[in-house]
């Protein structure tokens, strides 16, 4: 583990075993050409993240791309998401605009060039699948965020990303019932990426009271934007958790509290409702 401008870089066991590997069979220098590319990829989201005041607190490369933990002390918006996790595999795309100009003006090896843009344009489209932690799911959480509340966006998404996860494992293993290889680059992605989808899914507690903390922010730009507060109709007798189950990302939300006869008796601002969940 390293430490980059305050930001713990650090390799998965998964990029070591194959690391490993590729010392055994002699192809060290296509390795080396895959970790740059990783590491470049996931320096693009780490710039357009520092560039949106999110603090990024470490990076740990994987083969195909990386998994950065942040914080974003809810500066983080839908917008600010699909833009950060987008400046990833826009790094691939300048990667191979560069390599096919190079192969374009016979500079340098073009067998190499042909393998630096087929890497490149693999972990790219590998990266845009809609799969958490991959760019391509965090692109359609931060898109699902603003249709539905964020509760069920979190609940949604990650468990289409465990089925999908699912099927990846299920797709590694399928040779081994008609007597083929077993495809166990992809089992072992498929096995990361299940085990993360799954923690995260344990974790959607934490990650829920985490957007609840951080909901100042949004209270901030409402007060500063011409916007008009989003309104949620409860019943009285409604759980609070059900009612913050309903608040979206990017708005600010005031309740309107109904008796038994749907007259409206209250209107209660976001921040009310949500000192009274933490007992402040």
């Keep these: 583990m390293i430490r980059i401008f305050g930001i713990e870089l650090s390799l998965h066991p998964l990029f070591v075993l194959i690391l490993f590997f590729s010392v055994l069979t002699g192809q060290f220098l296509e390795l080396i050409t895959l970790f740059s590319i990783v590491f ?59 390599a096919l100009a190079l192969k374009q003006a016979e500079y340098g090896s073009s067998a190499y060039l042909d393998y630096f843009i087929g890497a490149n344009a693999m972990i790219a489209l590998f990266n845009l699948l809609p799969v958490l932690p991959l760019d391509g799911g965090k692109i359609l959480q931060a898109a699902l965020s603003l249709l539905l509340p ?40 498929g096995a990361f990426l299940l085990y993360s989808n799954v923690t995260d899914q344990r974790n959607l507690p934490y990650r829920f009271v985490a957007f609840l903390m951080n909901r100042e922010q949004i209270y901030e730009r409402y007060l500063h934007s011409d916007s008009a507060a989003r309104p949620i109709v409860a019943l009285a007798a409604k759980p609070l958790d059900d009612i913050l189950r309903l608040f979206k990302r990017n708005h600010y939300h005031f309740i309107y509290v109904m008796n038994d006869d749907r007259d409206i008796v209250a209107v209660v601002p976001e921040q009310r409702l949500i000192s009274s969940y933490f007992g402040m």
């Design 40 to 98: 470049i990829h996931e320096l693009g989201h780490v710039c357009a993240a520092l560039l949106t005041g999110v603090t990024v607190k470490s990076v740990q490369l994987l083969p195909f791309g990386g998994v950065a933990v942040i914080e974003d002390h809810g500066r983080l918006t839908a917008g600010r998401e699909m833009g950060i996790a987008l400046a990833g595999p826009l790094q691939n795309g300048i990667m191979i605009l560069m």
């Design 150 to 189: 964020y509760y069920y966006t979190l609940l949604w998404i990650g468990r289409v990303s465990i089925a999908a996860s699912l099927l990846v494992v299920v797709f590694a293993l399928l040779p081994l019932g008609t007597g083929g290889g077993l495809r166990l680059n992809l089992l072992m992605i």
